[in-house]
């Protein structure tokens, strides 16, 4: 899938007249100021026939409007952190689907998901309760392909009632509380198309949420975790992150895991979109956790 420089179009006309008709799968997509994003995500999401839920903390800009206008079931709660504004909506809101499937407002699925969804979970067995997809991330137009990026597999699709989101600060995974889960063949895309700027600050805000993780130790879903054979790829990136890299000195770390992801990890492959992504995510990003984890300690506040 290519990235696009027009906001698609809504055609009205493809829109279902009633939603709650045809419910094989109801999709959960949390906002805040979102009108950017949503538009590219509500439209990969019109061949499936599922009812659209969004659940929106505030929005100023054309975020509900846009929602209405592509018949999604609009609701507002206060947002505290994503795991338990999901927790939230997987208890509170009326869905009656057979299946759930997780969305941020700046991803969307590729056509070839949409076709693969249709066809996969009508005829699921009884023993797999969840499927994981591949993220595939686009930055500043470009896939991101190497430096440890993709694919990376994540728990989108679940039968109803049979998942909840571990409460953590930052990256949160769904928990299956039974069932297996089975591996899609086609990719989910990461794109936020509000620019630069707006990704520096988001990942400022995301320096303090990691921040709170690591010097609490909250893993209040650790156990789960790691007893549950389904999340094999998520236990042993969070293990290699708790036991090496959280262990490791402060700021020498970013500079060692930079170094291991776009050289060793091939990084500089994704060319010059490549080099500022993993650059900032990779190095500007662990450096300001750390910055903030030695400002706190400083302060002699931890």
Known sequence: MQSSEEIPSINLSSQRQNFVNKQWLSIIILTKNEAL?????????????????????????????????????V??????????????????????????????????????????????????????SGYQVKRRVF???????????????????WRTGLATCEQRWMDEHMILSQGQTANLNYDII??????????????????????QDLLSQVNSSKDSLLNNSNFIQATQRRWVKQNLYGKSPLFIRAFIYFF???????????????????????????????????????????
């Open 190 to 211: 990461d794109e936020n198309h509000k620019g630069l700027s707006f990704w520096t600050d988001k990942h400022n805000r995301y320096a303090e949420r990691e921040v």
């Open 260 to 302: 291991l992801r776009y050289f060793i990890g091939l990084g500089f492959l994704d060319g010059m979109e490549g080099l500022i992504f993993h650059f900032l995510q990779g190095f500007w990003y662990r450096f300001l956790v750390d910055a903030k984890i030695y400002e706190i300690r400083k302060q002699g506040s931890y």
């Open 139 to 157: 930055f500043m137009g470009r896939w991101i392909r190497h430096g440890g990026y993709y694919p990376t597999w994540l728990l989108r699709i």
């Open 75 to 128: 609701y507002e709660h206060p947002f505290e952190n994503q795991a338990t504004q999901l927790n939230w909506a997987l208890e509170n809101l009326p869905i009656n689907s057979p299946w759930i499937m997780r969305l941020d407002a700046d991803e969307c699925i590729t056509h070839e998901l949409a076709e693969e969804l249709k066809q996969v979970l009508l005829q699921t067995p009884q023993n797999i």
């Open 37 to 73: 994003n949503l538009p590219y995500c509500l439209q990969s999401l019109q061949s499936l026939n599922a009812d659209i839920f969004i659940v929106d903390s505030g929005s100023n800009d054309q975020t509900v409007k846009i929602a209405e206008q592509y018949g999604c079931f």
